[in-house]
């Protein structure tokens, strides 16, 4: 079952800018996770951040939580145009993920 | 090898038909799961096998049958099919003790 939203639904940014979405769950949560997919192939994992952290880096992506809102949000920094693609994010309770609805973000050249 | 694969990629059927979705890892994963993901929407958990055993099934309608014929092979079984339930079936693994899961390519599946 879906566990939150995700927002914007869709996003569009020239090359180079940052792309920022947003996701907010239900219930409390271990882990949370983003994966991106493009276009109607299988799922990549991007990154996990715990309960018990706030901030995340990798890469040009930075990840925060808060729990006391559920909600985390994803920043893709200096974006290119490979970074077109559906983010999710999921929780996980026992491992089963639970994602939400995705946000389609479009890197125009 | 450390991808998941998936075959076959494509795959068009009758309602009486019936065919099966293999799913594929050589990475030592304990963990196998089956997703459907329709057109626009997130994935949606089915199955989930743990060393070899299933220990999720997400209220799935038995005309989808999952197996685990050994720890690095996963098959869904598909029996009277209906249009509705086409969509893309993406099978994922992850390791012992991780929550981080691995994706195949997915199968897309037509009913028709």
């Known amino acids: 079952s879906q566990q939150g939203e995700e927002d914007p639904q869709a996003l569009s940014i020239q090359e180079g800018e940052n792309a920022t979405m947003n996701c907010s769950y239900k219930t409390s949560i271990n882990n949370l996770q983003w994966y991106r997919q493009n276009s109607g192939r299988g799922l990549v994992h991007l990154i996990l951040?715990?309960?018990?952290?706030r901030e995340k880096h990798s890469g040009r992506l930075r990840v925060t939580l808060d729990t006391s809102k559920k909600s985390s949000s994803l920043l893709i920094t200096a974006s290119r145009a490979a970074d077109t693609a559906s983010y999710f994010c999921?929780?996980?309770?026992?491992?089963?993920?639970?994602f939400g609805a995705g946000t389609t973000v479009t890197v125009r050249a | 090898d450390t991808e998941v694969t998936q075959t076959p990629k494509h795959l068009v059927m009758g309602m009486t038909n019936k065919k099966s979705l293999k799913c594929e890892q050589h990475m030592g994963h304990r963990a196998m799961y089956w997703y459907k993901q329709k057109a626009k929407k997130p994935p949606e958990l089915m199955f989930v096998y743990s060393y070899e055993k299933l220990s999720i099934n997400e209220s799935v309608p038995s005309r989808f049958s999952p197996e685990c014929p050994n720890s690095s092979l996963l098959n869904l079984h598909l029996h009277a099919l209906q249009p509705e339930d086409s969509a893309l079936y993406l099978c994922?693994?992850?390791?012992?003790?991780?929550?981080?899961?691995?994706f195949g390519p997915g199968t897309r599946l037509t009913v028709t």
């Open positions: 951040i715990r309960s018990n952290e």
């Open positions: 999921a929780t996980d309770d026992d491992y089963k993920l639970s």
């Open positions: 994922a693994s992850s390791p012992y003790g991780s929550y981080e899961q691995y």
